[in-house]
T-cell receptor, first 115, second 117 residues
Framework: DAKTTQPTSMDCAEGRAANLPCNHSTISGNEYVYWYRQIHSQGPQYIIHGLKNNETNEMASLIITEDRKSSTLILPHATLRDTAVYYCIVRVDRVGYNQGGKLIFGQGTELSVKP | GAVVSQHPSWVICKSGTSVKIECRSLDFQATTMFWYRQFPKQSLMLMATSNEGSKATYEQGVEKDKFLINHASLTLSTLTVTSAHPEDSSFYIC?????????????FGPGTRLTVT
């Protein structure tokens, strides 16, 4: 599975958009980009994933560059409860491809949302 | 989304004893389950992958005789830390994967805090 690079930490003002970047320059054609977050002392929580098109759900938006070498997770209106470590992971998802890839976590970005 | 539970949520044991942690998928069948370990201020480290009815596959550097994994059913996996020592104190997190059509969905449990005294 391809590796990712994320900033170690970021701050965001409450109510503003939080934009979390991720570089995955060695991503291969059948690998998806996944985002999870981990609030202190809890298990990771799935946020969103995508292959090459931009995706949006009730939690966030995912913007993937055309060359797929980087992506940005957007939390449109950050709240204090969004303070967490955010992990960007790339992996194979489809059945039949090595039974799906394993989720290997990097160091993530520690997002602090401040009042 | 689907729910994964872990039991116990925390445990304290004495050095030299064994501890079993259970992981259950509550409303789906998990073809594969994963076990992670997380030390303070660090990321999750994958320990092993287990498929129902077969032996677990351990990541490099993880002692299979120390961390016994059993995946006896599609909804239950257990991790037993044998002869625990203080350095085994950590946050253990399981994850269960469900096959939905042509893709996989993966869900995480809330974690188990192990303290070895």
């Amino acid at each position: 599975d391809a590796k990712t690079t994320q900033p170690t930490s970021m701050d965001c003002a409450e109510g503003r958009a939080a934009n979390l970047p991720c570089n995955h320059s060695t991503i291969s054609g059948n690998e998806y980009v996944y985002w999870y977050r981990q609030i202190h002392s809890q298990g990771p929580q799935y946020i969103i994933h995508g292959l090459k098109n931009n995706e949006t759900n009730e939690m966030a938006s995912l913007i993937i560059t055309e060359d797929r070498k980087s992506s940005t997770l957007i939390l449109p209106h950050a709240t204090l409860r969004d303070t967490a470590v955010y992990y960007c992971i790339v992996r194979v998802d489809r059945v039949g491809y090595n039974q799906g890839g394993k989720l290997i976590f990097g160091q993530g970005t520690e997002l602090s949302v401040k009042p | 989304g689907a729910v994964v539970s872990q039991h116990p949520s925390w445990v304290i044991c004495k050095s030299g004893t064994s501890v079993k942690i259970e992981c259950r998928s509550l409303d789906f069948q998990a073809t594969t389950m994963f076990w992670y370990r997380q030390f303070p201020k660090q990321s999750l480290m994958l320990m092993a992958t287990s498929n129902e009815g077969s032996k677990a596959t351990y990541e490099q550097g993880v002692e299979k005789d120390k961390f016994l994994i059993n995946h006896a059913s599609l909804t239950l996996s257990t991790l037993t830390v044998t002869s625990a020592h203080p350095e085994d104190s950590s946050f253990y997190i399981c994850s269960a994967r469900e096959k939905t059509g042509q893709y996989y969905e993966q869900y995480f449990g809330p974690g188990t805090r192990l303290t070895v005294t």
